[in-house]
């Protein structure tokens, strides 16, 4: 069992990545949960941050799998907005 008294009120505490003890969680603020989001959702995943519970890690991989439809969605539209413009700025900067 967890020592309480090792952690100050309020600070969430969760299994560490063997399971064997516990550690407070690394997103200290909003912001940390942000840069945590972004770069999962980008699928840079530097893993600094990491979850460690079950339901942490469906999380980690719903957000994956959105950040590559969200990815694609914008490709698709920049691709769509360029193949219809460019022919005209091709034919304007002709030589």
């Known amino acids: 069992m967890v020592d309480l008294t090792t952690y100050p009120m309020g600070t969430y505490i969760r299994p560490t990545k ?6 407070p ?10 840069w945590w989001f972004f770069t999962t959702a980008t699928t840079v995943g530097y893993g600094d941050y990491v979850p460690t519970t079950t339901a942490g890690k469906l999380v980690a991989v719903f957000t994956f799998y959105l950040g590559i439809v969200l990815v694609a969605i914008k490709l698709t539209i920049v691709q769509g907005s360029f193949r219809r413009h460019y022919p005209e700025w091709q034919k304007s900067h002709s030589i």
């Open 18 to 23: 063997d399971g064997n003890d516990w550690e």
């Open 25 to 34: 969680t690394p997103f200290l603020s909003i912001m940390h949960t942000f």
